[in-house]
């Protein structure tokens, strides 16, 4: 048993190291992710709004979910949006939700409204996000479909990997002692078993 030791220690010390770095990492981006896409969204309010007082005769589809796309391909073009919002993860989008002029917000796929009355906060991957939403807007059924969508999130498993690294970015002392727990338990399963 003496003998491991020293291999034993390099081996945890190395692990908690490369723990450290990636815990420290996903911890500063959770919090980027979530402030890019709600830069995107009162980006997008703001261009609509302009394109409004400019336009105020224009015809925007009422009550109905429209996607970016659309929105950016027949109304506001590069005039209001010269670039294009980059989507901070794989499942951000933004869709407008239109009642009037001055009744309009963008909402994320993933992330909702840059406000709301209404918040969800789950799960996704490694980082926990807020999804904020309209109550108000709850009887158009597209949106309150968008609300369901997101509430998936709230059952999702993370993997192994994904619940240390978030667990740690809360928690630092408590996860360390049970990951140096579990290693040197499994260490010791497989050392009476295979030494
Ligand atoms: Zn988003």
Redesign the pocket.
Known sequence: MMRIAPRLTLQMGLFLCFLQITVIASANKGYE??K???N??RMLNEALKKYVEENPNAEIPHNEIVQYKQMFTMILTKKYIPDAPV???L????NLIYKGPGNFRWF?????TDTGDMRLTFPYHEYE?T?YFEKSYMTISKYQKHYDDIMRWTAYTRTLRESITYHYSRNPTTTIGIVVVGVLFVLFVARSLFW
């Open positions: 992710i979530t890019s896409c709600r995107n969204i989507l901070p993860t499942d951000c989008g933004y994320c796929s993933l992330h909702g996000f999804a």
